[in-house]
């Protein structure tokens, strides 16, 4: 254990960019992943159907009186929509925008202009048997192209979402293109919206990467199911170089990956090759959501155990997403995740939204749930109030003190027969916990298991903050999503203690219906 410590701490150096990378994609998805390919120069050559799933045809733009579609070369459209006769699999998407294509603004800024643009595409897709439409609006509320905007755009923007999708109907692709660095566009509101999101993470800034490209649309609330990582097929960008990239994809479970452009290598098409070798795979592993805090006392553990975690789940058969913000936590983001863990982040400031879909998410059973340590913090703190059913849901509790000095204890299986505790000494001590006491023992609550206890004549150095009967692992046995509550988890000590270890993979896995 001491030398997988050490090896956490030396990669920290470099794995350290949370909300996160370190992370992952959405619920089991047996479809294939996305293979994109944009096509700007379709008459130096269009993409080879067997190579791609999605071909998106550059660039057909706003009219010039700001309420229609304008394509300059029709004749070209209908030769890359006809490569579906070659593979009918293959997806065709018209993209509208493209860096200083302008009137977005105007556009998008009325009702009208925008129901008509949105009508005008969903002519376009009939007429050209298109399978969707995808808009690269280069950058709303940002002139940088060269192009009109307004403060209004990002709002407008979401509307004009809403009207694509009106017209097009759920049948239809409706994805959007996104600066690598994820600003512009309120994602909470178009996502519901969209199919996927482009992340065109090929033309970054000095010291920015891919990685903080997907660590920073996760931060803004985008799951990885529905991320599309951009790549660059110019500059003398490698095999070697290009296959990482589609690891990366694959390891952390995206959505899929695309890249900017097809006649941008060398006629023998060797990078698409290798991204359609590489991507042409089905989509198994399932997904684990962790949300964790990133300060406090709570910070040394949390800075070793998410990426430990991360760095074990693909071989384990799932991924994982880390986030903090929980405001990006609404249904639809909680229903691609097959397990929710609460890692040292407290109950108290969860937004209403948040709380709602939370609840909905354990009473459905839609995933399976793990809190630890701080979980159990329940009571007005930071101006914030009680939540009153996390406070049921964890067996009516009130949490009352802690010893802040911390110390060892000793904790005993009661139920060594639970899945989650498979291979789990029935004793064994946890090192320099805080070992919160509450307003009555949650085994009180008849619908409480209690798995463990603590034994407070064995803390060490002794405390005189005690409960008497004091569980620390249990589960809620009446909502219908698999549940389980650690109460230990301050000190990074615990990354050295096996039963700990034991116990967190364990439970995953039994969340995950692995055992």
Known sequence: MKKILAFLLIALSSVISYETSLFAKPRVNKEDMVIGAYVYQSKKGIPDPQLVTHVFF???????????????????????????????EVKVLLSVGGWGSGRFSEMAASARSRSSFAKDC???????HLDGIDIDWEYPTSSSAKISSSPEDTGNFSLLMKDLREALGRRKLLSIATVCNAKYIDFKAVLPLIDYVNVMAYPLPKGYTYQMSVDAHIAAGVPPCKLVLGMPLYGGENEE???????????????????WQWNSEKED????KVVNEKLRVKRGLKNVLVLFENGGWHKPLTDVLVPWLDSLAPSRGYAVTGIRNLANVTEEFLYDYDAVLQIDCPPYPWPKEAQDAFIKY??????????YHHATLLGEFDGYGMWDWFSWFMGGIR?????????????????????????VPSEFKIPED???????????APYIHVLASVDENSYNPSSNIKMGDHPVIWTNTSVKARNIYFQFGHSPKLMENEAYLTMLLGSIDWLLGNK
Do not use: Q
């Open 58 to 88: 550059a660039f057909a733009h706003v009219s010039e009186s700001f309420d229609g579609l304008y394509i300059p070369d029709e004749g070209e459209l209908k030769r890359v929509a006809d490569l579906k006769k070659k593979n009918p």
């Open 122 to 128: 969903k002519k376009a897709v009939k007429k050209f």
């Open 241 to 259: 170089t290009i296959g990482k990239r589609c690891d990366y994809i694959v390891s952390h479970n995206l959505k899929g990956g695309m890249y």
């Open 269 to 272: 098409h060797v990078l698409a």
């Open 362 to 371: 354990m009473d459905e059973g839609r995933g399976g749930y793990a809190g």
């Open 399 to 423: 949490y009352k003190n802690y010893i802040a000095e911390t110390c060892e204890g000793t904790v005993r299986l009661e139920d060594s027969t639970h899945p989650a505790l498979s291979g």
């Open 434 to 444: 805080e070992w919160y006491t509450y307003d009555k023992s949650p085994r009180l």
